[in-house]
């Protein structure tokens, strides 16, 4: 149980383009979603905490106007980079959370490249 | 703020050897601590974890202690196998709030 699904897994897109990751818990309800993203060979820097139904939470220096976060539904969560240039290139991970757990559950990441 | 540091890697072992990683952590409160494993390509999975002082997480054979003392929670394991390689985080959270606070993360090779 407590399966959480990162779609796509790997995407290469043009500078200038936004791009869509979807994070999703399979077997649960996420009240919580959290956003990562992780430099080559570094630990995971958490970019935004969103909880269903409001609007996320996001960390200091994380631009909210570039990293949109939409968290619908209890099984799903967005990312989107918009106007992605280089430097946004990055692995990004998800985890969830549900109401009365401290656990944290990971997806598999998404790997972004933007030439 | 919280934070965590982890020994230096990587860390490169023969298979069957002990295994131990270093974690310290600094808190205001009485946080929850947890290892968790990434294996190339892969996002992270939770190996282990300990909510309280002195509690003992195990799994697969990985055990760690939260060390309240010495605010430690290192990372053993008896006999590792090649399977083992693996990037591996020490994080700990804080009793109130759901954010959780990484270490740098240990690189480990294991060779047959």
């Known amino acids: 149980g407590a399966v959480v699904s990162q779609h796509p897994s790997r995407v290469i897109c043009k500078s200038g383009t936004s791009v869509k990751i979807e994070c999703r818990s399979l077997?649960?309800?996420?009240?919580?979603m959290f956003w990562y993203r992780q430099f080559p060979k570094q630990s995971l820097m958490l970019m935004a905490t969103?909880?269903?139904?409001?609007?996320?939470?996001?960390e200091q220096g994380v631009e909210k106007d570039k990293f949109l976060i939409n968290h619908a539904s209890l099984t799903l969560s967005t990312l989107t980079v918009t106007s992605a240039h280089p430097e946004d290139s990055s692995f990004y991970i998800c985890?969830?959370?549900?109401?009365?757990?401290?656990?944290?559950?990971f997806g598999p990441g998404t790997r972004l490249l933007v030439l | 703020g919280d934070s965590v540091t982890q020994m230096e890697g990587p860390v490169t072992l023969s298979e069957e050897a002990f295994l131990t990683i270093n974690c310290t952590y600094t808190?205001?409160?009485?946080?929850?601590l947890f290892w968790y494993v990434q294996y190339p390509g892969e996002g992270l999975q939770l190996l282990l974890k300990?909510?309280?002082?002195?509690d003992k997480g195990s799994n697969k054979g990985f055990e760690a202690t939260y060390r309240k003392e010495t605010t430690s929670f290192h990372l053993e394991k008896g006999s590792v196998q090649v399977s083992d390689s693996a990037v591996y985080f020490c994080?700990?959270?804080?009793?109130?709030?759901?954010?959780?606070?990484f270490g740098e993360g240990t690189q480990l090779t294991v060779n047959p």
């Open positions: 985890s969830a959370s549900y109401r009365g757990r401290e656990t944290q559950y």
């Open positions: 077997d649960f309800q996420a009240t919580t």
């Open positions: 969103s909880n269903e139904g409001s609007k996320a939470t996001y």
């Open positions: 808190a205001t409160g009485y946080p929850s």
């Open positions: 300990a909510t309280k002082a002195d």
């Open positions: 994080a700990l959270k804080e009793t109130s709030g759901s954010r959780l606070t």
